[in-house]
Structure formats: C-alpha cells, structure tokens
C-alpha cells in the first residue's frame, strides 16, 4: 500500500521521519490506522515489523483506557 492511499490524520509535513514530522496516524481505506513515529526500544519486535496497523476498535480501547 502507498502512503498516497492513505488519508493522514496527523502531521505537520510529508510523512517523512526525521523532518520533525513524526509520529503521524494514517487511516486506510478499510478503516484501520497505520501508525508512523520514531523506533522504540520497549521490547523487541518480530522481524520485519516496522509501522503497525490496527483496527479501529484496538485505538478506540485505548482511547477509553486512557480515558479520552
């Protein structure tokens, strides 16, 4: 999937990481989010993972978790 088929939700700039324009949440066609921002050092990731998409139900618990 190209980021053009992607509506940005977030940012400031191109999509590009490095160019103060991170972390950035893009919404796919099929509702579910594409997450960009910087590399976190919490655990590690199975190999070949880098942006992450979820569905919109995962964001929607953890904006009530948070209590957004």
């Known amino acids: 999937m190209a980021r053009e088929e992607l509506t940005r939700l977030t940012g400031n700039g191109n999509g590009e990481c490095g160019k103060d324009d991170c ?3 893009y919404r796919t066609a099929s509702g579910s ?3 960009q921002g910087d ?4 655990f590690d990731a199975p190999e070949g993972e880098g942006l992450v998409e979820i569905p919109e139900e995962t964001l929607s618990e953890a904006f009530r ?3 957004w």
């Open 65 to 67: 978790a948070l209590g």
């Open 39 to 42: 590399v976190s050092n919490a």
């Open 23 to 25: 972390p950035n949440v």
């Open 33 to 35: 989010f594409v997450v």
